[in-house]
């Protein structure tokens, strides 16, 4: 493929997909409210663009591409919100050799929102997130972990709740289950709970806590073969869920996956890959009512330099 203007856009025009209420017209009141939620997954330590050798992620990715992509949809946006799904660590020798700290000093000088613990992030031990927690300054979300009895204690959260304008968004996070992924001396005291749940528990909450929208931050997988618990499973089986974002299974997901709840209502799945090489992209509109929402989903692939 030339190198050229390689922005991915695949634009899903879904006006007539709702989380509840009636069709939002793209020209409808004017006293909409619009919230851009941008999401990654995955990095895996992938400070870099892929090197130009023939494969096919060359050229994409890097982390300063990245931070431009968000500089750039911020400037455009009144209303971002910025989170990863987890496995911020391994995969390359920054890790190796620094640890995480270049990873986490760079999620937070883009100025995330929150994010999740994957299996990945425990590879250095907990002693090693212990040191370099200092340098994420955004929450780390994992309600289904149990770290009273680590030194994580205190660090990890279970749900926050964040203000954009006039919306208010809780968000919780749940991680797979380490056993059999991790060394046991790598997280020893971290108590695994069932995602499911935790999550039934976190998003009923947060809607009695007057949330308009629930997102869960997953590092569960988008989905598997056997009975092993995955984001389409939990949208399944959850009520007051509005959006998934999910790691884990290193999924390219074009556009939102939509699954019914167990009210028959919508739970939008997002997942774009791995490696940053897809900054995802969900713009959310409100009614004046906070109630009704309309979504369109136009992830981007990145490839070029942003001013």
């Not at 919230?35 to 892929?50: A, E, K, Q």
């Not at 989170?83 to 937070?108: H, I, R, W």
Request: charged content about 25%; glycine content about 12%; hydrophobic content about 35%.
């Amino acid at each position: 493929m030339k190198r050229r203007q390689f922005i991915y856009r695949t634009s899903m025009t879904t006006a007539g997909m709702l989380l509840g209420g009636g069709i939002l017209s793209a020209r409808s009141n004017p006293q909409r409210y619009k919230l851009t939620l941008l999401h990654t997954n995955d990095v895996h330590s992938r400070l870099d663009p892929f090197p130009m050798d023939g494969t096919r992620l060359q050229g994409l990715g890097g982390v300063a591409r990245r931070a431009a992509l968000v500089r750039k949809i911020r400037r455009e946006e009144p209303n971002v919100l910025l989170v990863d799904a987890g496995d911020m660590l391994q995969g390359t020798p920054y890790f190796n050799l620094f640890g995480g700290e270049p990873e986490f000093t760079s999620m937070s000088a883009m100025g995330y929102d929150a994010g999740v613990l994957g299996n990945h992030d425990f590879d250095g031990g907990l002693e090693l997130l212990d040191r370099q927690w200092h340098l994420l300054d955004f929450p780390i979300l994992n309600a289904n972990y149990d770290v009273r009895d680590t030194v994580l204690d205190g660090r990890v959260g279970d749900r926050i709740i964040l203000e954009r304008g006039p919306i208010r968004i809780g968000l919780f996070g749940v991680g797979i289950e380490l056993a059999g992924l991790v060394p046991e001396k790598l997280y020893g005291g971290v108590r695994y709970q069932d995602p499911v749940v935790v999550a039934t528990r976190m998003a009923r909450q947060l809607k009695r806590e007057g949330c308009h929208l629930v997102i869960c931050l997953s590092h569960l997988g988008y989905r598997y073969d056997s009975e092993r618990i995955s984001d389409v499973q939990l949208a399944q089986s959850s009520e007051d869920i509005d959006i998934i974002i999910g790691g884990h299974t290193h999924t390219f997901l074009d556009q939102p996956d939509v699954v019914s709840n167990r009210l028959g209502e919508p739970v939008y799945i997002g997942q774009v890959g791995w490696a940053g090489v897809t900054l995802g992209r969900m713009d959310i509109w409100f009614e004046k009512n906070y109630r009704s929402k309309c979504i369109t989903c136009s992830p981007e692939l990145i490839a070029d330099t942003f001013d």
